[in-house]
């Protein structure tokens, strides 16, 4: 069963700082997803993200935000201007490849933004 | 757009009772997948049973099965013979591609096993 993992556990920012979260899968994979939930609301999709390029996003996925695949294994999330209304828990996830649809989340990483 | 609703916030339940939680979604799709998370207190979600929504019958993984109603665009989730470790966050989410996991999930019902 594939594993990720996701750093920071928490971190916590200033208004209009830059964020990274990182996200690390156990074996090699070519789609991943970045999902959000704030916190006592609905975990929303962000963004997709297949063979370097991304593939789909939301409307939440604005110009702050970028992904990336810097090295060939980390798969990061960056907020370039923290906004108060950033505060949530960020999950990557990845699928097994084996076309079942499933996804497998990381631990998450919570972000607060002061 | 596509929308899931799961209208119990919070349930809970006797040890070894039965649990159903209940979800219901809007789509004009004709084929979809359908899902259940269980996100415990460590925090990861984990994908509790899935259903294509052109099967007719019911997904069972062992203690937990679905009730699957197209028409009524309804999917329960019944968890039999409850356990302790079965308290968690539950959600239904719904997804209109395989191969691209562009879910869109519910609120969730937190269930808790009480001993």
């Known amino acids: 069963e594939p594993e990720v993992t996701q750093t920071p556990s928490h971190q916590v920012t200033q208004m209009g700082q830059e964020v990274i979260l990182r996200c690390v899968p156990i074996?090699?994979?070519?789609?991943f997803y970045w999902y959000r939930q704030i916190l006592g609301q609905k975990v929303e999709f962000l963004v997709s993200?297949?063979?370097?390029?991304?593939?789909?996003k939301s409307e939440i996925f604005d110009d702050q935000f970028s992904v990336e695949r810097p090295d060939g294994s980390n798969f990061t999330l960056k907020i370039r201007s923290t906004k108060l209304e950033d505060s949530a828990m960020y999950f990557c996830a990845i699928t097994s490849g084996g076309n079942t649809g499933e996804l497998f989340f990381g631990e998450g990483s919570r972000l607060t933004v002061l | 757009a596509q929308t899931v609703t799961q209208s119990q916030p919070e349930m809970s339940v006797q040890e070894a009772e039965t649990v159903t939680l209940s979800c219901t979604y809007d789509t004009s799709e004709s084929n979809y997948y359908l899902f259940w998370y269980k996100q415990p207190p460590s925090r990861q979600m984990i994908l509790v049973i899935r259903?294509?929504?052109?099967?007719?019958q019911n997904a069972t993984e062992n203690r937990f099965s679905v009730n699957f109603q197209k028409a009524a665009k309804s999917f329960s989730l019944k968890i039999s013979d409850s356990q302790l470790g079965d308290t968690a966050m539950y959600f239904c989410?719904?997804?209109?591609?395989?191969?691209?996991?562009?879910?869109?999930f519910g609120t969730g019902t937190r269930l808790t096993i009480i001993p």
């Open positions: 259903q294509e929504a052109y099967k007719q």
């Open positions: 993200f297949y063979n370097n390029e991304i593939s789909e």
């Open positions: 074996s090699n994979h070519l789609y």
């Open positions: 989410a719904f997804s209109a591609h395989f191969g691209n996991e562009k879910l869109t």
